[in-house]
């Protein structure tokens, strides 16, 4: 295209399409400027950063990879990856470790390789750390790992219990040579020791058990004169006041009882007696030496019938 009076004058080749005309202040292009050119005639050059600009001023339209604002004079955070917006600065990505608007903040030094590039949040912890930054340590008591989120342990030291390993076993958990050992929910690993009971093994066993089933409390084992279920009933009735678990004597009934748990009373007829008190085989209740005078059957307890004759006056 060409300008001038007599259109011998070639137009600027830096506008937009080759097109220009003449005026009464010299030649102008007709539709603008190619990149990186300004002024009316399009002679003037952007500034150096600029891809494009306005015609009429120094404002850039359009900035080369890495750089931003108005006049393309602020370099993008050396820690984007290729371009920043060209009016904020805001990174299209970040370099591993890096997250924010410019990727300005360093991704916390517990995180395995990349962060969240808007919020910081790691993708996982290094082992012993935990929640969104890693920046809280897993409880000490916790063995190695702990879960990201939570913070709950994976497994607990010997001797402690609990989501975060914080709560000591019962002392009354049975150990195995190394530490009181529970499960995670606190419960005894392997039962109790002594006279305890319950799933924490914080539960006495009744006062006359030796032994005691470590879930329901039932007694197992009572003391020598005590049985029953709870080891609550003496043995009275025995000789010696020692008896069974059922409550059965051991070496038999005192003086003047019989049966398994000698709770029956010997015949106070029986021939054989000791202060008083009837004496019987300590099974069945039977007098041994017989019946005292007037009285018969195996237990004496029938009175005896007597024949008389009766002569005439």
Sequence with gaps: MYHGALC???????CLNGECYHSESGPSCTAGCIDGYKGSYCQDTCLDNCITCTRYNNRCTGCKAGWYGNQCQTKCNSNCIKECDQSTGRCQSCKTGW????????????????????????????????????????????????????????????????????????????????????KRNGHCRYGCIGALYGSHCNKRCPSNC???????????????????????????????????????????????????????????????SANGIGICEQKTGRCNEGCRAGYQGENCTEGRKYLYNFLPC
């Design 8 to 14: 011998t004058d070639r137009c600027s080749s830096n």
């Design 99 to 182: 997250y924010a608007d410019q990727c300005q903040t360093k991704c916390n030094s517990n995180c395995v390789n990349e962060c969240d590039q808007s919020t910081g949040r790691c993708q996982s912890c290094k082992t012993g750390w935990y929640d969104d930054q890693c920046q809280t340590k897993c409880s000490s008591n916790c063995v190695n790992e702990c879960d990201q989120s939570t913070g709950k342990c994976v497994d607990c030291k010997v001797g402690k219990y609990g989501d975060k390993c914080s709560a000591d076993c019962s002392s009354g958990c049975l150990s195995m040579g190394t530490g009181i050992y529970c």
């Design 210 to 272: 030796v032994k005691c089933n470590p879930r329901t409390g039932d007694c197992s084992e009572c003391s020598l004169t005590w049985y029953g279920k709870y080891c609550n009933h003496q043995c009275i009735e025995c000789y010696d006041g020692i008896c069974a678990m059922n409550g059965t004597c051991i070496n038999g009934c005192i003086n003047g009882k019989y049966g398994n748990r000698c709770r029956y009373n010997c015949s106070n007829f029986c021939k054989q």
